[in-house]
């Protein structure tokens, strides 16, 4: 069925306002997956903040060249029926949906993505990218790395207590 002219104006301004605010978009053949597997896919996206389209390319080469940061990215992996995943919080969570989603369903294959950035990245790049840790684990990481002084000071210093209260208990005893 035909999508009338309003409404690709309309889907190219939705894609172009997201492809803007994007810092992560990640793209894959959903050949073979049925409407409740692509139902899963939306669900496991909403849950990672990540926005899931499927629009056909010539739009989203639409969408990419109104964007100031895309405009002269490579589009020439945008071929076939493609699921595309926009994240506007973190850059990687796309690329995660994606990969964690194809490791399960095996007809969706990743075929690319573009960075925040306006650089195109191919399938084995996307792939990389979603076997990075999520901005928010980093943060997680760091912030252990900072606290890790602290902790070993108050187990030293409690462990010096213990063993004053355990020699007094000790002495106690005899």
Known sequence: MAISRDKKHTLVAELTQLLTEAKGTAFAAYDGLTVADLQALRKAAREAGVTIKVVKNRLVRVALGAVDTYKDADTSSLTGQLVYAISADDEVAAAQV?????????????????????????????????????????????????????????????????????????????
């Open 98 to 174: 994606l990969n964690t989603f194809s490791k399960e369903n095996p007809q969706l294959v990743l075929a690319g993505g573009f960075s925040g950035e306006g650089l195109a990245l191919s399938a084995a790049d996307v792939t990389a990218l979603a076997g990075l840790p999520s901005k928010n684990q980093l943060i997680a990481e760091v912030v252990a790395q900072l606290l890790s002084p602290v902790h070993d000071t108050v187990n030293a210093l409690s462990g010096n207590l213990h063993g004053l209260l355990d020699g007094i208990e000790a002495k106690a005893t005899n």
